[in-house]
């Protein structure tokens, strides 16, 4: 990724990125209610997804940077230039505070709903690893399947996201890059 192109593109997702990093770091001025949330939410979500496009636009039109011989796979790079464009995120810059609670909420009603094996077997097929906003799904782990029945009650996402689990840690990740996005912290219990 040292080529014009390369920065060019980068420099590109990376005034894309600003309105989503500016807009996640306003105070709220009033409390927003569940609707004004998941409104927020699905911008932030929208906003994102730009910035994800427009980095998939620019690696896929620049013909210089394709190299088969060993050089960077596409996910790479293309996780290399989100990363690059939001060097600043944090948690809660999509899944923000008046969001947060609401699907945390939804996360430990959905799992007390559930009979203890099924706890269990769902708890058992998450990784425990660290995790942190920006950084790669660690190779070889596996994506365990967030229940089906959770996902028809959290706020959709767009193609390019889903949820997830690490460790306690509830992910959005990137499924072209194989990045994390977001996160929420001590979403699932411990488990024993």
């Known amino acids: ?3 014009k192109s390369a920065r060019r ?3 590109s997702c990376m005034i894309l990125a600003a309105p989503l990093t500016l807009g996640a770091r306003s105070p709220v001025a009033r ?4 609707v004004d949330s998941v409104a927020l939410f699905e911008d932030r979500v929208a906003a994102y ?8 636009r620019r690696l896929r039109g620049d013909d ?3 190299d088969s011989s060993g050089g960077p796979t596409f996910r790479q790079t293309l996780a290399d230039s989100i990363r690059l464009a939001r060097q600043g995120a944090r948690p809660g810059d999509i ?3 008046a969001v947060a609670p609401r699907i945390l909420q939804l996360v430990r009603a959905d799992l007390a709903a559930r009979e203890r094996l099924e706890q269990e077997a769902i708890l058992a ?3 425990q690893v660290p995790v942190r906003v920006n950084d790669c799904y660690p190779a070889g782990a596996p994506l365990a399947t967030t229940p089906p029945r959770l996902l028809l009650r959290l706020p959709p996402l767009a193609p390019e996201l889903q949820y997830r689990f690490l460790g306690r840690t509830l992910i959005l990740l990137d499924v072209d890059a194989g990045l994390i996005v977001d ?8 488990h024993p």
Request: net charge neutral; charged share 15%; with cysteine.
């Open 64 to 66: 210089a940077d394709r």
């Open 31 to 34: 409390r927003a209610s569940p």
């Open 95 to 97: 899944l923000c505070p």
């Open 49 to 56: 997804v730009a910035l994800h496009n427009q980095c998939v």
């Open 1 to 3: 990724m040292c080529s």
């Open 183 to 190: 996160l929420l912290q001590d979403a699932l219990p411990r």
């Open 125 to 127: 097929e998450v990784p």
């Open 9 to 11: 593109i980068v420099l």
